[in-house]
C-alpha cells in the first residue's frame, strides 16, 4: 500500500474520531442550534470595614461571611417544584470566610449545571455580607447589598458596626 493510500484511508477514521469526541450541539423546536451552557463565572468580592468594625474585629477575632446565592428567572415549562417562594430558581449557594476585610473570591462552581436549563437568561447573584458570629451570637455588621447579574469587575461592598459607628468606638 503506497503512502498516499494509507493517508486516503485514514482520513474517514479521522473524522470519525473528531466527530465523537464531544457532545453534538443540541437542536430546539425550532431548529436553531441550542446554546451551550456557558461555564461557570467567577466573580470577586472586595468587601471594606470601616474603622471602627476593623479594629472590633481585630480586638475580638471576628470573621466577615461573604454569601452568594445563585438564582435564576425560571424559563417557561419547568416543574412547578422548581421554582421558590419568591418566584426564582434557585441554582446553588456558597460562602467565604475572612479575617477582616479583604477579597472573597467565587468561582461559579457552587452553581448546578443540572438547574441551568430550567432558567431563562443567565445566573444571577445575590452577595450578603455578616459577621461569622464567632464573637457574639448576633450579626454585627450593616453591609451594602446586592442582588443582579454575575459582575464582571470586583464587586465593592462597605460595612459597619450595627448600632453605629460611634457607639462602638465609645466601648
Avoid at 446553588?92 to 448546578?112: C, K, N, P, Q, Y
Wanted: charged fraction near 20%; charge should be negative; glycine fraction near 10%.
Amino acid at each position: 500500500m503506497s503512502t498516499k493510500t494509507a493517508i486516503l484511508a485514514s482520513v474517514p477514521l479521522c473524522a470519525l474520531l473528531l466527530a465523537c469526541s464531544g457532545p453534538a450541539p443540541q437542536e430546539d423546536a425550532s431548529g436553531d442550534q441550542a446554546p451551550t451552557p456557558a461555564e461557570p463565572a467567577a466573580f470577586a468580592v472586595d468587601v471594606t470595614l470601616s474603622d471602627a468594625a476593623r479594629q472590633q474585629f481585630a480586638h475580638s477575632g471576628e470573621t466577615v461571611i461573604v454569601s452568594a446565592r445563585y438564582y435564576g428567572e425560571p424559563a417557561e415549562g419547568i416543574p412547578a417544584n422548581a421554582v421558590n417562594e419568591v418566584g426564582q430558581v434557585d441554582l446553588g449557594h456558597t460562602e467565604v470566610e475572612l479575617h477582616g476585610g479583604g477579597r472573597a473570591r467565587f468561582d461559579g462552581s457552587a452553581i448546578l449545571p443540572s438547574r441551568r436549563t430550567w432558567i431563562s437568561g443567565g445566573p444571577q447573584v445575590e452577595v450578603s455580607v455578616f459577621s461569622g458570629r464567632n464573637s457574639s451570637p448576633d450579626n454585627l455588621l450593616d453591609c451594602d447589598p446586592y442582588q443582579g447579574p454575575l459582575p464582571g469587575e470586583p464587586l465593592a461592598i462597605n460595612c459597619r458596626l450595627i448600632g453605629g459607628e460611634e457607639s462602638a468606638a465609645a466601648q
